[in-house]
């Protein structure tokens, strides 16, 4: 068990490009969760897939963002035409059955700096 | 809605002092709560979590108590150490129908002085 990993750790993009991450959750867990922190606050829930199906996207995720996980495996989250705003970690989570049984467990994040 | 109101920080301690970090919340239904914490540059890991009224969770020598008459899951330590030194949100999980979904207070970050 290797825990849930995130690529990049770090990733500093000019405003108006497209930036993609990856989140490779543990094997065995059937739920997968985007979180976005930005400075001084807590992690906000931007979304949810229990295997390939995504069941809820936050209105914090504008049309600009997308989100997949194909297979029910790794997942992606893009952000299109990226905005200063958009600077923050975003953190993805991994479980599997409910969050109250299990607890999540997170990555270390992948931090965008929008320029 | 649901919401999480954590003590603001930064709270600055020296070894072996006694910690307290407040924490209520507002919620439908019948949440669990947790307490998570991050050391720099790492990812949140979860301390420890009460699901039910008057349980009380604990790990590594923190604890905390569901208060469900006051909202309330503080978390105290007797004796902190250096080590304990990050920054610490109290989280629930939304019963029902989104109980998938964690909803975080702002985060208290703690530092221990030797």
């Known amino acids: 068990d290797t825990g849930v990993s995130q690529d990049p750790r770090h990733k500093i993009t000019k405003r108006g490009q497209n930036v993609t991450f990856r989140c490779d959750p543990i094997?065995?867990?059937?739920?997968l969760y985007w979180y976005r922190q930005t400075l001084g606050q807590g992690p906000e829930f931007l979304t949810y897939?229990?295997?390939?199906?995504?069941?809820?996207k936050s209105r914090l995720l504008s049309d600009r963002f997308s989100a997949e996980r194909p297979k029910g495996s790794f997942s992606t989250l893009e952000i299109q035409r990226t905005e200063q705003g958009d600077s923050a970690m975003y953190l993805c989570a991994s479980s599997l059955g409910t969050a109250n049984s299990y607890g999540y467990t997170f990555g270390s994040g992948t931090r965008l700096t929008v320029v | 809605g649901n919401s999480v109101t954590q003590m603001e920080g930064p709270v600055t301690l020296s070894e072996e002092a006694f910690l307290t970090i407040n924490c209520t919340y507002t919620a439908t239904g019948y949440p669990s709560l947790f307490w998570y914490v991050q050391y720099p540059g790492e990812g949140l890991q979860l301390l420890l979590k009460?699901?039910?009224?008057?349980d009380k969770g604990s790990n590594k020598g923190f604890e905390a108590t569901y208060r469900k008459e006051t909202t309330s899951f503080h978390l105290e330590k007797g004796s902190v150490q250096v080590s304990d030194s990050a920054v610490y949100f109290c989280a629930l999980r939304h019963s029902g129908g989104s109980n998938y979904k964690l909803t975080f207070g702002k985060g208290t970050l703690l530092t221990v002085n030797p």
């Open positions: 897939f229990q295997n390939e199906a995504q069941l809820e």
């Open positions: 094997s065995e867990h059937n739920r």
């Open positions: 009460a699901t039910k009224a008057d």
